[in-house]
C-alpha cells in the first residue's frame, strides 16, 4: 500500500488519543493520530515522524500522522495499514492459492472478523491485529489490554469447530525483527488465549513490512514464540 503527499515533521505532543502537535516547516500544526493505542515508546518529543496531508477542506485536522523513526526502525502506526496490507497479501495468493472470494469484515458468531476468503478447497476466516510495539527486536502484541483481542481468538477457535480454517494474523508494521511473541506482561489473558487457539487448529501468521514513509508492504514471515 502507497500513501501520498507524505511530509516529515518532529513530533512535540499528544494532548490526546486522537491528536498530535507536530512541527511542519517551522510551525506546529494539529495532526490526526490514525493509531488510538498509547504508543508512548513511540511518541517522544523530538521524534521525527511523517504525516500525509489529506487535501479535504472540510476536516478538522489537515494531517494524518502515519510513522515514527525509533532508533534506527521506522514504524507506521497508522491502524488502517494493517487490514490494507493484508488484503493485497490475501489478493496475491500468498495465504490461499487462487482465491474466488476476499470479503473484509464479515461475520462469524458475536464478532465481525476482518476477513473471509475462499478459494475452491478451503473457507476461511482471518481476523488481522497490527503491531507497532518492539522491545530489543522481539514484535510484541498488545501494547495495552484487549478483551476485544481475547473475543476475536476464541471466535476463531468457533470457526474451526464449525469447518472452516481461521488465522490469527500479526501485521508487523516494521521490518528486521528476531520473532513476534504475545505480550504476557501487558495481559497474560491474550497471550494465554492465543497459545490455546494455536493448539485448537487456528493458524497463527505473523508477517513483518517493508517500511518506508510513502509505503508498507509484507516482506515475510516471522517466527513466533508463544
Same mark, same amino acid.
Given at each position: ?40 515508546? +513511540? ?21 494524518? +500522522? ?159 514464540? +508463544?
Amino acid at each position: 500500500m502507497r500513501y501520498e503527499n507524505v511530509r516529515e515533521g518532529v513530533f512535540l505532543s499528544r494532548p490526546n488519543r486522537f491528536i498530535a502537535y507536530v512541527e511542519l516547516d517551522g510551525r506546529a500544526e494539529v495532526c490526526h493520530v490514525k493509531n488510538t493505542g498509547r504508543c508512548r515508546e +513511540l511518541l517522544v518529543p523530538g521524534a521525527a515522524v511523517w504525516v500525509t496531508e489529506s487535501g479535504n477542506p472540510a476536516r478538522r485536522t489537515r494531517f494524518d +500522522l502515519i510513522a515514527v523513526q525509533k532508533g534506527g526502525r521506522l514504524i507506521n502506526m497508522d491502524s488502517a495499514a494493517p487490514n490494507r496490507v493484508f488484503g493485497e497479501y490475501l489478493a496475491s495468493g500468498l495465504l490461499l492459492p487462487s482465491p474466488t472470494l476476499i470479503k473484509p469484515e464479515t461475520r462469524f458468531g458475536d464478532s465481525r472478523l476482518d476477513f473471509y476468503v475462499e478459494n475452491h478447497e478451503t473457507r476461511a476466516f482471518c481476523e488481522v491485529k497490527g503491531v507497532t510495539l518492539e522491545e530489543n527486536g522481539v514484535a510484541l502484541f498488545p501494547d495495552a489490554p484487549t478483551e476485544r483481542g481475547v473475543k476475536h481468538l476464541k471466535e476463531l477457535v468457533k470457526c474451526v469447530e464449525a469447518g472452516f480454517s481461521a488465522w490469527a494474523v500479526f501485521i508487523i508494521q516494521m521490518s528486521d525483527v528476531r520473532y513476534f511473541a504475545p505480550n504476557r506482561v501487558t495481559h497474560p489473558a491474550f497471550a494465554e488465549s492465543l497459545k490455546q487457539a494455536g493448539a485448537a487448529g487456528v493458524g497463527l501468521l505473523a508477517l513483518d513490512c517493508d517500511v518506508t514513509p510513502e509505503s508498507v508492504t509484507v516482506r515475510g514471515g516471522t517466527a513466533i514464540r +508463544l
